[in-house]
């Protein structure tokens, strides 16, 4: 290619994937659905009750199935061309860095402290970083954390970038114990110094960390403002604790804390509240054009992720249509064949492809560049009118130093560097203030959204709908690298959290429907945001469904068709089945994560998403609200030397366990009631039969984790007190039951 057309030479390709397999099995059960549901409507059994039940929920999956047909129809992933990059630019532009954390139990300092040294470790010049931690928690521990983390970065980030180390989160580059080679041969004979020396301050840092958890640490010098403050009700604390004064390239990036004003009565709106405290914070003190954020336990696994991203983003295509470049969520230290289904590696592979090749992948929360002015409300095709100050600051709050920035930021006008960060602490402490955004549109039209526990995806929503796109980035080596779930009890509160969160939206104004009635949401893409916004309400569906085969079995009844017709249901679960464990198999994983996996999605279905669902029902009554359930993170510590028991199913007295231990219950008793012969006489419209008692021992089979808990001692033993709730439930279904038999 010739010099000087550099502009027009694309950094980065988007690549259609072909996965015609699945689009024939996903077509196949596509006519098997809609044969039954035809076939329900022309026999005339639709009129007993267990069929039309079979019907409504069977017509629910059916338009589910629409729905997720479109979103995985054209897959498509990007290649990133880093060569080119350099080509195009001349000078890297400003990122900031955002990290979140809410609790230092919950969420172990030291695991914050290792995604913030991968970051500062970044394969990008250091004086165009800034890297921002905001302490939810307000934890002098996590604070001392993060001043300790500072000076052992001074060596750490060197070092990483000396020998061209791949893994910056010193947790996971030790991990091993065995010294890697160096990638740099050349450099080896003082690698196994440094190597040593490295190791050694690491595990001082890790000592120190740990002592001052266990210990109460003297709350004197910085800490000193510490000794007043309770985790949420407190003064905002911005400390500067490392600031890269000359502008070095090869020094460290500046380190921001931040543990935003809290006060009792005030809404503080979880993560997405603290994102928008680090937009203005970072905006009064860097102001960078992108702003790359991660959930504290999510380390950079590949230091070059920001030139990836950048790619897609500084594209002469991408720069006018891609808001944020998302990396996939990806996590170390899984169990196993995943046991919890909580590795996400095929909904990844599939659906976020599938969304890829639509307007775009939704925003995860975590491992995203964000474009700064779209943050701000921007739309693509804008022209930036000068906007009147007044206006402005109806939208983005009274400090007059930050709406300057918001307008450089809007415009695009480089920042001028501070010559001290140090300067803009007071104003800085107004904007991350807990009224400052009072009258404002934040979290309405500017920052990240308010009103659902699934802020990101909402927040990637309204950026859909003013019509930008995004892309998925995903570069060849892991970007990064997260902790998951560790037990089935974080992963119920997780899960309840995103369904709820994510139906929340659905039926709140903000939903895809009106955003692509009113907005510019592509048709295709909205079905896509349907799809994902309503895993709270297959619960409902698929709770009717679970208890259809008992009702059956109790009354002699059927819902299946008869005859020839039971061939369509037999024929859709053996194709279901058989493509879903294919499309299992082409990405790697194993038979037992399939089966695991489907195991665990109707466990979760079932209560977690049922609970998500009823959550935002007493929301909408106004009864109770909903909250942000922070995530247990492991501690590197504790992880080790996994015992016997890791991904065996623990249970606790929550009610979420109920449905599942109910269904579980009533199957085992149809079950005993199909093979003693107690069931009454048929009636019309044929008995119950091997449908039924298959359907019955599928979910038996399904919810094998409940019944090992039925007899299980301790935490893996199911409460007594939610067993005895449970036999109730199922005596009082079965009273139900036999009452229809006499009408
Ligand atoms: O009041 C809060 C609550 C949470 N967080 C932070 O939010 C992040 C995500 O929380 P986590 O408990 O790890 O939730 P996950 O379910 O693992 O997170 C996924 O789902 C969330 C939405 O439900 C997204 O915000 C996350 O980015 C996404 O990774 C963490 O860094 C927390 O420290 C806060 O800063 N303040
Ligand atoms: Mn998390």
């Not at 604790?241 to 503080?268: A, C, F, M, T």
């Not at 905006?283 to 504290?296: E, K, Q, R, W, Y």
């Not at 992963?491 to 659905?506: P, S």
């Amino acid at each position: 290619m010739k010099m000087g057309n550099e502009s027009i030479v694309p950094l980065y390709e988007k690549i259609w994937m072909k996965h015609r397999f699945s689009r024939v099995m996903d077509s196949c059960t596509l006519i098997l659905l809609l044969l039954l549901l035809c076939y329900r409507v022309s026999s005339h059994t639709v009129h007993t009750f267990p069929c039309f039940l079979a019907f409504i929920c069977e017509s629910w999956f059916t338009f589910n199935w629409i729905l997720l047909i479109n979103t995985k129809w054209t897959p498509s992933y990007t290649k990133t061309f880093l060569d080119r990059l350099f080509l195009r630019v001349h000078e890297l532009p400003p990122i900031d860095l955002f990290v979140t954390t809410a609790d230092p139990v919950l969420e172990p300092p030291i695991i914050t402290v290792n995604t913030v040294l991968s970051l500062l470790a970044l394969d990008y010049p250091a004086n165009k970083l800034a890297c921002y931690v905001s302490d939810d928690g307000c934890s002098a521990i996590t604070f001392y954390a993060l001043v300790e983390a500072s000076k052992f970065a001074k060596l750490w980030v060197p070092f990483c970038k000396k020998y061209n180390i791949q893994v910056r989160a010193p947790f996971r580059y030790f991990s091993d114990h065995t010294m890697p080679l160096p990638h740099n041969k050349k450099d080896s004979p003082g690698f196994t110094q440094d190597w040593f020396k490295m190791k050694e301050e690491y595990e001082q840092l890790s000592h120190k960390i740990e002592n001052a958890a266990q210990k109460s640490i003297p709350l004197v010098g910085d800490l000193a403002i510490f000794s007043t403050t309770s985790p949420k009700n407190h003064p905002a604390i911005i400390k500067v604790l490392w600031e890269n004064k000359d502008g070095v390239s090869d020094g460290l990036p500046h380190l921001i804390y931040i543990s935003r004003e809290k006060k009792p009565q005030h809404p503080h709106h979880y993560k997405a509240g603290a994102m928008n405290v680090l937009t203005r914070v970072s905006g009064l003190m860097t102001n960078a054009p992108f702003i790359l954020n991660v959930d504290c336990d999510m380390y950079v696994n590949n230091p070059k992720v920001a030139l990836h991203g950048l790619c897609i983003l500084l594209d002469s295509k991408g720069e006018k249509e891609v808001a944020f470049a998302q990396c996939a969520q990806q996590f170390y230290d899984g169990f196993k064949d995943d046991p919890f289904g909580n590795q996400l590696v095929a909904l990844f592979v599939y659906m976020g492809a599938g969304f890829g090749g639509l307007q775009g992948m939704v925003y995860a929360g975590t491992n995203c560049i964000h474009r700064r002015k779209v943050i701000y409300g921007v739309s693509p095709h804008h022209n930036i009118q000068n906007g009147k100050f007044s206006e402005m600051e109806r939208v983005f709050g009274t400090s007059k130093r930050f709406v300057r920035s918001v307008v450089d930021a809007l415009e695009g006008k480089a920042f001028p560097r501070n010559d001290n960060l140090c300067d803009a602490l007071e104003a800085a402490s107004e904007v991350a203030s807990c009224r400052y955004e009072h009258g404002t549109a934040w979290g309405e039209k500017a920052g990240w959204m308010y009103g659902t526990t699934s802020e990101d995806v909402l927040t990637g929503l309204k950026i859909h709908i003013k019509g930008w796109g995004s892309e998925a980035c995903s570069p060849d080596s892991v970007a990064f690298m997260g902790c998951s779930p560790q037990d089935n009890l974080c992963l119920m509160t997780q899960q309840k959290r995103w369904a709820g969160g994510l139906f929340d939206i659905l039926i709140s104004k903000n939903s895809p429907i009106f955003g692509t009635l009113f907005g510019k949401l592509q048709f295709r893409q909205c079905l896509a945001y349907v799809w994902l916004t309503s895993w709270a309400l297959r619960s409902v569906f698929e709770i009717c469904y679970a208890a259809l085969p008992a009702y059956c079995i109790i009354t002699n009844s059927t819902f299946f068709p008869k005859e020839i017709g039971l061939w369509i249901p037999a024929t859709l679960f053996m194709i279901y089945n058989i493509s879903t464990l294919t499309e299992y198999l082409k990405t790697g994983l194993s038979i037992r994560t399939w089966w695991n996996n489907h195991r665990m999605a109707r466990i979760t279905t079932m209560n977690a998403w049922f609970f998500g669902f009823l959550a935002i029902l007493l929301k909408r009554l106004r009864i109770s609200d909903t909250v942000f359930e922070v995530t247990t993170k492991i501690s590197p510590s504790s992880s080790k030397g996994a015992n016997e028991n890791a991904g065996r199913f623990i249970f606790n007295n929550s009610p979420i366990f109920l449905p599942g231990t109910t269904i579980l219950l009533l199957q085992l008793t149809v079950l005993v009631i199909y093979c003693l012969g107690w069931q009454p006489p048929v009636r019309s419209g044929g008995g119950s039969g091997v449908g039924e008692v298959f359907c019955s021992a599928y979910l038996v089979v399904c919810y094998w984790p409940f019944f090992k808990g039925l007899f299980g001692k301790g935490k893996y033993g199911i409460p007594l007190s939610t067993i005895c709730k449970s036999t109730v439930l199922t005596f009082l279904f079965l009273h139900l039951c036999t009452r229809t038999i006499d009408i």
